[in-house]
Structures are given as C-alpha cells and as structure tokens.
C-alpha cells in the first residue's frame, strides 16, 4: 500500500513532511535495490529515524494550525462531500429524491432518506440534507461547487416538510461557500428562498442536527442550518463572509485573508467556545480526506448520541430549544470596568 503522502495532494504547509516521507521512500527502494544486488547495505536505522522525525513534524504541524491552514484543509479537493459520507453513514440504504416540484431539480444541494444503524441494530429512517461539492473540476461543474441557487433552498424545504409530516429526524450537511451569487438567482429570489427556509426551519417539530463538514459560509450555509444542534468537524469552518471577502471589504484586497481569518473566529474551536456549535468531532490527523471511514465511524457515533437525546423531547420542547439556542447566540455581558479604547485593524 502506498503511503498517504503519494496518495493525498498535499498543502503548502503540509511539504516539509512530505519532503521527509520522499526521503523515506527512497531509502525503502535504495535497500531494496541493494538487497536484491548482494550488497550488505542497511538502510532500517536511518529509515527508522526519519519516520519518527516526519512522526513528530507531522503532529506539531497539525496541533499549531492557523485559522488560514484550517480553512485550506476545509476545502482540500479531496475531503469527504455529502456523498461520500452518506455511502459510509448509510452503506446499504439511500433513496434520493429529487427536485422542487416546480421543474428543476439543483445538484448542488441533494437529499433523500437513510437509515443509521445503531450498535444495537436498530435502524432508523432519517433524512439527509447537503450541499454537494464534486472531486474534480467535471463533478464541480455539475454541482456546481456547492452553491445551491433558489430551486435548491426549495427542494431541501420540500424534503424537510416530507420529514416532519413523518416524524423522520432531519440531518443536514453544511459545505458551500454560500448560496449562488449568480443572476439566475436574483431572478429567482434567492433571498427569500433563504429567509423562507430559516423561518419554516424553526417551525418543524423533529429533531433537527446541522454537521458543518467543510466550508459553511453566508447565507447559503443558514438555508439549511437552523438547527436543534450544530456539530462541527474539528477543521471545518464557520462564518458569515468568506476570508477572502472579509479581506477585500476591508483592505480592497483578499491579499489580508490570514488575516481576516484570525481575526474572524471562523474555526470549530472558537464556535464551540462561542457557544455557536454544541459539539465538535475530531478529525484523523491531517484532515477527514486522510482516512474517511475513520471519520464517518466518529461522525456517526456522534449523531447517534445527539439524535437518542432529542428524540426523546416533543416537537412543543424542540421548537423551544430550537428557538432558545439562536437567541442566545451573540449575546453577552457588558463590562462594567472602564474599557480600553477599541482597537481598529490596520495594515
């Protein structure tokens, strides 16, 4: 089996391991080479020093990540999409329905039933709600990258009010960008599509669990987000604009992204500390598209224990709480201690 570095594309930050583990690979082939001549030439002590070395740079480069890094690996082409974790939530079980019952059906948002097993073997229906990134500029393109255009709000609503009408818990699936920016979808209504979906979102009266797995931006993110929890990726982000937008706002150019990113608080760990997100799982090192079974076997585990809990709340509670949880978003305390004047970003 090859190694992760010969098979995943690596990130800019990512090289000097890699760097290390080419190193590796051509000490294996040069013993090889050497062994099969008749040469008593032993390479295992330097090999075994350099895995260890690309052990530990490997680890702190993952424990030191930057907001900026953490984006880059929330948007590797390689991660994990709505499919790929459906097939791995859900492998023997999923019926996708399609469409907004008004003549188009957007395939940059799907959805349709599933059944998650638990240890036990019970199964339970649930429907299943993302945004679809593709692998690969051809799959992109007919998903177009995720950003869903009005017909796309609609159809998820539409499935969403399936749901309720049969006591089937909701799980949706946030990685986009944001909604479509496009003039199909002013011509649409694309901002009310939106806004319809957050007010009839917290009307419903089942369960209702949001997973950021990659890139949750904007709007386009909130169309399917109003949720009794959000549960986050550990390197998945979360935020109102992009940092490349925020940048260009600010400065007129995305050249200040690092920065805007940092400044942002778009990671899991700051929404979790924000109270925002309610749970964050973690990641294989390296990022979800390292090892995806990995990663669906915790996600699952962990949809499991948030859906035992609210299945046991009535549709009256899960509205409250629904209803609960974004008021107290963004609220604090103000200090009663004199203030600093405020800081203003600056280049």
């Known amino acids: 089996m090859s190694s992760p570095s010969e ?19 051509e000490l294996v082939v040069m013993s090889r080479d050497a062994n099969q001549n008749g040469l008593e030439i032993d390479f295992d002590a330097e090999i075994e020093r350099l895995r260890q070395q690309a052990s530990v740079l490997r680890q702190k480069t993952y424990d030191r990540l930057t907001p ?34 008004q003549g188009y059906d957007d395939r940059a948002l799907l959805g349709g039933i599933a059944e998650l097993e638990d240890e036990s073997g019970h199964k339970r229906p649930v429907m299943f709600v993302g945004q ?35 006591n089937m818990p909701i799980i949706t699936m ?13 011509q649409h209504g694309i901002g009310f599509a939106i806004a319809h979906n957050i007010r009839e979102m917290a009307r419903l009266g089942v369960p209702i669990i949001s997973v950021v797995t990659g890139e949750g931006s904007s709007g386009g993110a909130l169309g399917i987000g109003v949720a009794n929890k959000i549960i986050m990726l550990s390197n998945a982000v979360y935020t109102v604009i992009s940092p490349e937008g925020c940048a260009s706002i600010l400065w007129r150019t995305a050249d200040y992204a690092a920065t805007a990113a940092e400044a942002m608080k778009i990671t899991a760990q700051d929404c979790l500390r924000f109270g925002i997100a309610d749970a964050v799982v973690s990641e294989p090192l390296g990022g979800a598209h390292y090892d995806p079974q990995a990663m669906a076997a915790s996600l699952k585990a962990e949809l499991l224990a948030q859906l035992a809990a609210l299945e046991a709340m009535s549709a009256e509670t899960l509205r409250n709480q629904r209803y609960d949880k974004y008021r107290a978003i963004g609220a604090f305390e103000e200090d009663s201690t004199p203030s600093k004047k405020p800081t203003l970003l600056s280049v």
């Open 132 to 166: 679809q990134k593709g692998h690969g500029m051809k799959e992109n393109l007919t998903h177009n990258f995720g950003m869903a255009n009005p017909e796309g709000y609609r159809k998820a609503m539409r499935l969403f009010a399936h749901a309720d009408k049969f």
């Open 174 to 186: 946030i990685d986009t960008p944001g909604a479509y920016p496009g003039m199909h979808g002013e």
């Open 68 to 101: 900026a890094q953490r984006l880059q690996i929330a948007r590797h082409p390689q991660r994990p999409n709505f499919t790929d974790f459906i097939k791995l939530l859900s492998p023997q079980t999923w019926f996708e329905l399609h469409g907004d019952r």
């Open 7 to 25: 098979r995943i594309m690596p990130l800019e930050f990512e090289k000097p391991v890699l760097a290390i583990e080419s190193k590796i690979d």
